[in-house]
C-alpha cells in the first residue's frame, strides 16, 4: 500500500476522533458533515438520513454492473460513549499520535472502521475496480445507546437502502495473543439485551424511627437482591461456538479448559476460570459467553432524606445468548431473587447468530491468514450488542471484521469504553491494508 494512501487515511482518522460525537446526546452530524465533503469531492454517491435533530446517517453507494446481485454492506457507527478526562494520559479528543499510537475516544470503537469504509469506496472508485455487486456504506448514529436513531431507523424506515446479502461490521479480527499462538477473531453472533428493573417495597415512614431489624425497609430489601444477583452466576448454557473459541484459545495457555466445558467442576467452574486463567479479563468474557448474566448498574430510591421510601428499584443490564429467550433468561433471574420482588421491562433485542460456513466467511478468515502468516481467524460471539442485531431483521448475514493488529501487551477488551483508548498506528495500517483486501475479494469482478 503506497505511502499518500496511509498518509491520508490517517489524516482522516485524526480528523475523525477530533469530532465530539459523544452519545448522549450524539450530535453525530457533524462526523457525517466530515465525510460528506470527503465523498463529495471523490464523486461518490451517498444520501443523509436525519432520524432526529443532529442525529445523522449517511449511506454511500457505489454500483456495479449487476444489480441484481445482493450487496455487500460496510457499516460504521460514529457515536462515542462518554469519557472522564481527568483519567485520560492524553486528551481524548485530539487524536495525538504518542507511544507508537493514536490515542483518543473511538480510536477501538469504532473511527477506525469508519476511514478503513470511507477509503475501501474511495479506492474502489478511484482504481474503477469492477463491481460483481454494489458496495454501501453506512455510516450511522446512535450505536452506542441501542440503535435507535441509527442502524435500526435505517432497518425500519429505509431497508432499501442497506439491504444487502453480507456486512462487515465492528467487533471482530483483532489480535488475541494465547501462549505463542495468534488468533483472529471473526464474530458471527452477539447476545441480545434485556434491560430491566427490580423493585423492592416496605412501609414508608419517618427516617428518625427505623422499622428495625424485624421491619422492613426497601432499600434494605433491595440490598438483599443485589447481594444475590452479585453473588451467583446464572445456569450455564452449552453454546458451541463459545465453547469452540473457548477451546481454540486455551490451547495455548495452561489450563484445563476442557474440564470446564465438560462441566466436570460445574459447580464452581465461574470461579476456577478467575482463579486458573492468567488473564483476568479473558476469564470474565468466557464466563460471559457460556451465561446469560445479569449486573446491576444503577439505583433509584428515596426523595428525601429524613424518609424511609416504600419503594426502590436497581436497574440491571442483563445479557441473553443467542437462542435464549426473554421468557428463559427472566425465569432464571426470577429463580434467582425469588418471588418478593417486581421486575419490569425496560428495554430489550435478540441475540443473533450467522453461520460461519459461507463464502463471505471463508473468504474473511483467508484474507487474515494471508496477512499474517502462523495466525489463525476462529468464529465466536460477543457479550455485548453492535448494529449486527438490526441488519439481522433485513437477513442480512453480519460479520464482525475491523481488523487491527496488536501486540501482546495491548489488550483489544481493555480498549473499549475505557480510558486510554487507542490504537497501535502499524495496527491501524496493517488493519486498513487487511480490510480492503478482503472488501476487494467479497466485491470486486
Not at 452530524?29 to 444520501?47: R, T
Not at 417495597?201 to 447481594?227: D, K, R, T, W, Y
Not at 453461520?355 to 489463525?376: H, M, N
Amino acid at each position: 500500500m503506497n505511502d499518500i494512501l496511509l498518509k491520508e487515511s490517517l489524516q482522516h482518522f485524526q480528523n475523525l476522533l477530533r469530532l465530539k460525537t459523544i452519545n448522549p446526546p450524539g450530535d453525530e452530524i457533524i462526523a457525517i458533515q466530515y465525510i460528506s465533503e470527503i465523498l463529495k469531492k471523490e464523486g461518490i454517491d451517498f444520501q443523509v438520513i436525519e432520524s432526529a435533530p443532529g442525529r445523522a446517517n449517511l449511506v454511500a453507494r457505489l454500483k456495479s454492473q449487476n444489480p441484481e446481485a445482493p450487496p455487500l454492506l460496510l457499516s460504521s457507527h460514529v457515536d462515542v460513549v462518554p469519557v472522564d478526562e481527568k483519567k485520560w494520559k492524553y486528551p481524548p479528543f485530539e487524536a495525538q499520535i504518542q507511544e507508537g499510537c493514536v490515542w483518543g475516544r473511538g480510536a477501538i470503537d469504532m473511527k477506525h472502521m469508519a476511514v478503513y469504509c470511507m477509503m475501501a469506496l474511495i479506492e474502489t472508485k478511484r482504481k474503477n475496480l469492477p463491481l460483481k455487486r454494489d458496495l454501501i456504506w453506512a455510516a450511522v448514529a446512535d450505536e452506542e445507546a441501542g440503535g435507535d436513531f441509527g442502524s435500526k431507523f435505517l432497518a425500519e424506515n429505509h431497508p432499501e437502502l442497506i439491504r444487502a446479502e453480507y456486512a462487515l461490521n465492528e467487533s471482530g479480527a483483532f489480535t488475541i495473543h494465547s501462549g505463542s499462538k495468534r488468533f483472529y477473531p471473526i464474530q458471527i453472533g452477539e447476545k441480545g439485551f434485556v434491560w430491566f428493573k427490580i423493585k423492592a417495597f416496605s412501609e414508608g415512614g419517618h427516617g428518625s424511627m427505623p422499622h428495625g431489624p424485624h421491619g422492613s425497609n426497601s432499600i434494605v430489601n433491595l440490598a438483599e437482591v443485589i447481594q444475590k444477583i452479585h453473588k451467583k452466576y446464572l445456569p450455564r448454557h452449552e453454546h458451541p461456538v463459545a465453547e469452540s473459541f473457548i477451546l481454540s484459545l486455551a490451547s495455548g495457555l495452561a489450563f484445563p479448559a476442557s474440564l470446564f466445558l465438560k462441566g466436570i467442576t460445574k459447580p464452581s467452574y465461574g470461579d476456577l476460570f478467575l482463579k486458573l486463567l492468567p488473564d483476568r479479563e479473558a476469564a470474565k468474557f468466557f464466563i460471559a459467553i457460556l451465561h446469560n448474566t445479569a449486573c446491576p448498574t444503577m439505583l433509584e430510591a428515596g426523595q428525601k432524606i429524613n424518609v424511609i421510601p416504600s419503594e426502590a428499584a436497581v436497574l440491571v443490564d442483563g445479557r441473553v445468548l443467542p437462542g435464549s429467550s426473554r421468557e428463559e433468561f427472566l425465569k432464571e433471574v426470577r429463580a434467582l431473587i425469588g418471588p418478593d420482588y417486581e421486575i419490569e421491562i425496560m428495554k430489550e433485542s435478540a441475540g443473533v447468530e450467522t453461520s460461519s460456513d459461507t463464502p463471505a466467511f471463508r473468504t474473511l478468515k483467508k484474507v487474515i491468514e494471508e496477512k499474517d502468516p502462523g495466525s489463525e481467524a476462529i468464529p465466536y460471539i460477543i457479550a455485548g450488542f453492535t448494529d449486527a442485531t438490526h441488519y439481522h431483521k433485513l437477513g442480512i448475514k453480519t460479520y464482525g471484521f475491523s481488523p487491527v493488529k496488536l501486540p501482546k501487551d495491548i489488550v483489544f477488551s481493555k480498549l473499549y469504553h475505557n480510558h486510554n483508548e487507542r490504537i497501535p498506528l502499524d495496527g491501524f495500517y496493517w488493519g486498513l491494508e487487511t480490510f480492503l483486501e478482503a472488501v476487494k475479494r467479497l466485491s470486486s469482478a
